[in-house]
């Protein structure tokens, strides 16, 4: 088993034309740890089927993902594709920790407000189980609209309750994913590291923001980058291993996967964070879970009801009683989502 790996998820042409920029950064300071990118073509040995209907399930991809490269590497770290690495990312790399998380904007309480502000972009295990569980999380819960979250509102459940550990990156003034987002100050180049204010950024994620390229950073940061060449060499290699792990699992870890959703509950989940949702889509809610892995779950216990929408390409569930009973799904529904 090889030590370490780095994985993004790059499905679509803007995806993998970030996650070239992300693997060309990260390359240039750790060169010796493999980058694998997980393309269209990949899509299927995960799910069953050959093409994605919502990005709900490419964001929920990113646990299984991380419990397949958990077989090859001791320890697995995900990047979101919208990133760029700036410095060697020691204290995140080179920790004994079992799991490491990173934090959010320090405002953003998407999850519930007592859950640690945990931004799902980046992530680092070396325990199997962690991702079989996040991924349990994410496709256990039914969400009450399609949105591209569930995977971090899963994330913070799980860190709520158990004992993961949190970069220290407030008090230390350094960000490897997203916390100095909306801090005040300028972005800089100053002594060959980028900073934000005064918050040096190891990794920058733009984290949905609407531009997600360097043009949102001023001229020194744009040269700085350029100059992050990376190793031509080494990205062939890397595309060469992720070709043979992808290849030699492909019919082992769909089976896998397969029966793991066959043995997952479906359940509703009624945080109040959520409640405001419920208000807009009563009674119908959504699965993070591509059809092609859907299909093999359990029919639903309790007031929930499995059902396909017209067009057959997902499922979703409903509760009857908040639907009054109605079978109906309209057309302005369906498009809001």
Same mark, same amino acid.
């Not at 958990?70 to 979101?80: A, C, R």
């Not at 996967?257 to 959504?286: C, Q, R, S, V």
């Given at each position: 088993?090889?030590?370490?790996?780095?994985?993004?998820?790059?499905?679509?042409?803007?995806?993998?034309?970030?996650?070239?920029?992300?693997?060309?950064?990260?390359?240039?300071?750790?060169? *010796?740890?493999?980058?694998?990118? %997980?393309?269209?073509?990949?899509?299927?040995?995960?799910?069953?089927? !050959?093409?994605? @209907? $919502? &990005?709900?399930?490419?964001?929920?991809?990113?646990?299984?993902?991380?419990?397949?490269?958990?077989?090859?590497?001791?320890?697995?770290?995900?990047?979101?594709?919208?990133?760029?690495?700036?410095?060697?990312?020691?204290?995140?790399?080179?920790?004994?920790?079992?799991?490491?998380?990173?934090?959010?904007?320090?405002?953003?309480?998407?999850?519930?407000?007592?859950?640690?502000?945990?931004?799902?972009?980046?992530?680092?295990?070396?325990?199997?189980?962690?991702?079989?569980?996040?991924?349990?999380?994410?496709?256990?819960?039914?969400?009450?609209?399609?949105?591209?979250?569930? *995977?971090?509102?899963?994330?913070? %459940?799980?860190?709520?309750?158990?004992?993961?550990?949190?970069?220290? !990156?407030?008090? @230390? $003034? &350094?960000?490897?994913?997203?916390?100095?987002?909306?801090?005040?100050?300028?972005?800089?180049?100053?002594?060959?590291?980028?900073?934000?204010?005064?918050?040096?950024?190891?990794?920058?994620?733009?984290?949905?923001?609407?531009?997600?390229?360097?043009?949102?950073?001023?001229?020194?940061?744009?040269?700085?980058?350029?100059?992050?060449?990376?190793?031509?060499?080494?990205?062939?290699?890397?595309?060469?291993?992720?070709?043979?792990?992808?290849?030699?699992?492909?019919?082992?870890?769909?089976?896998?996967?397969?029966?793991?959703?066959?043995?997952?509950?479906?359940?509703?989940?009624?945080?109040?964070?959520?409640?405001?949702?419920?208000?807009?889509?009563?009674?119908?809610?959504?699965?993070?879970?591509?059809?092609?892995?859907?299909?093999?779950?359990?029919?639903?216990?309790?007031?929930?009801?499995?059902?396909?929408?017209?067009?057959?390409?997902?499922?979703?569930?409903?509760?009857?009683?908040?639907?009054?009973?109605?079978?109906?799904?309209?057309?302005?529904?369906?498009?809001?989502?």
């Amino acid at each position: 088993m090889r030590p370490i790996c780095a994985f993004t998820i790059a499905i679509g042409a803007q995806a993998q034309t970030q996650a070239n920029l992300l693997r060309r950064t990260f390359d240039t300071f750790h060169s *010796d740890i493999p980058f694998i990118i %997980l393309r269209d073509e990949d899509f299927v040995i995960f799910t069953g089927q !050959e093409k994605f @209907q $919502r &990005v709900c399930e490419i964001i929920g991809l990113r646990a299984l993902a991380g419990f397949f490269l958990s077989f090859y590497f001791e320890k697995v770290l995900h990047m979101d594709s919208d990133m760029v690495v700036f410095n060697r990312l020691e204290a995140l790399l080179e920790t004994e920790k079992d799991v490491i998380l990173t934090h959010d904007i320090p405002g953003c309480t998407m999850g519930p407000i007592d859950c640690p502000k945990i931004n799902s972009g980046v992530v680092l295990a070396k325990d199997p189980d962690f991702w079989l569980q996040w991924a349990a999380s994410i496709y256990s819960i039914a969400f009450p609209m399609l949105n591209t979250i569930g *995977d971090q509102f899963a994330l913070r %459940l799980m860190a709520k309750n158990g004992s993961y550990s949190l970069l220290d !990156e407030i008090e @230390q $003034r &350094v960000s490897y994913n997203n916390v100095a987002l909306s801090a005040p100050g300028d972005y800089l180049v100053r002594d060959q590291k980028v900073w934000h204010g005064d918050y040096e950024l190891k990794a920058y994620h733009w984290a949905g923001q609407p531009t997600r390229d360097l043009s949102v950073f001023p001229d020194d940061i744009i040269n700085y980058v350029g100059n992050l060449r990376g190793d031509k060499t080494k990205v062939k290699r890397d595309n060469d291993l992720s070709k043979a792990l992808f290849d030699s699992a492909r019919d082992y870890f769909f089976h896998k996967f397969k029966d793991f959703m066959a043995n997952l509950p479906i359940m509703a989940h009624g945080d109040k964070w959520l409640e405001y949702y419920y208000k807009l889509t009563p009674g119908i809610m959504w699965s993070f879970a591509p059809k092609g892995l859907e299909a093999f779950r359990k029919e639903p216990d309790g007031n929930l009801e499995r059902r396909v929408e017209p067009e057959g390409n997902y499922h979703y569930y409903v509760d009857p009683v908040l639907l009054n009973n109605s079978e109906r799904l309209s057309n302005s529904n369906q498009n809001a989502f």
